[in-house]
């Protein structure tokens, strides 16, 4: 687990915890809230939106991406999820996939047992350099 620094996650968190009163949930009644922020100090949030279709569901990762490249792009450098109560949880697998092309393995994440890096809560991921490896194959 990393060594906490003097990054504000309770403010983060905050954000988190706003935006997810604005999720769409008809479907699983389970509002979800997500904020970072990026490499130039700009705060991204993101919330759930279901939808009847179940497969095509947008997670507030999602949202919190599509923030970062609408907004100029970047790299995320903290990120937290939050439920409807406000109670920290993790990104699913998809969206620790996504979390790490737009973070990379240094991203933190706040997380219910503390403060851990993306290659903590995503080891031996895959990324961009493995397509790089059957380039030209």
Same mark, same amino acid.
């Given at each position: 687990?990393?060594?906490?620094?003097?990054? %504000?996650?309770?403010? !983060?968190?905050?954000?988190?915890?706003?935006?997810?009163?604005? +999720?769409?949930?008809?479907?699983? =009644?389970?509002?979800?809230?997500?904020?970072?922020?990026? $490499? $130039?100090?700009?705060?991204?949030? /993101?919330?759930?939106? &279901?939808? +009847?279709?179940?497969?095509? *569901?947008?997670? +507030? &990762?999602?949202?919190?991406?599509?923030?970062? =490249?609408?907004? /100029?792009?970047?790299?995320?450098? =903290?990120? *937290?999820?939050?439920?409807?109560?406000? %109670? *920290?949880?993790?990104?699913?697998?998809?969206?620790?996939?996504?979390?790490?092309?737009? /973070?990379?393995?240094?991203? &933190?994440? !706040?997380?219910?047992? /503390?403060?851990?890096?993306?290659? &903590? *809560?995503?080891? %031996?991921?895959?990324?961009?350099?493995? !397509?790089?490896?059957? %380039?030209? +194959?």
């Amino acid at each position: 687990m990393s060594v906490p620094d003097s990054f %504000d996650w309770e403010a !983060l968190r905050a954000e988190a915890v706003a935006v997810s009163r604005r +999720a769409y949930a008809p479907y699983s =009644h389970y509002p979800v809230g997500a904020a970072a922020t990026a $490499d $130039d100090g700009r705060v991204l949030v /993101g919330c759930n939106v &279901e939808n +009847a279709a179940y497969g095509v *569901v947008l997670c +507030a &990762e999602c949202g919190v991406v599509s923030s970062l =490249h609408a907004t /100029g792009g970047g790299r995320l450098t =903290h990120v *937290v999820c939050v439920n409807g109560r406000g %109670d *920290v949880i993790m990104p699913c697998g998809r969206c620790r996939q996504l979390l790490w092309e737009n /973070g990379g393995a240094g991203l &933190e994440v !706040l997380t219910a047992r /503390g403060v851990r890096r993306m290659d &903590e *809560v995503l080891p %031996d991921a895959f990324g961009p350099e493995d !397509l790089e490896v059957v %380039d030209g +194959a």
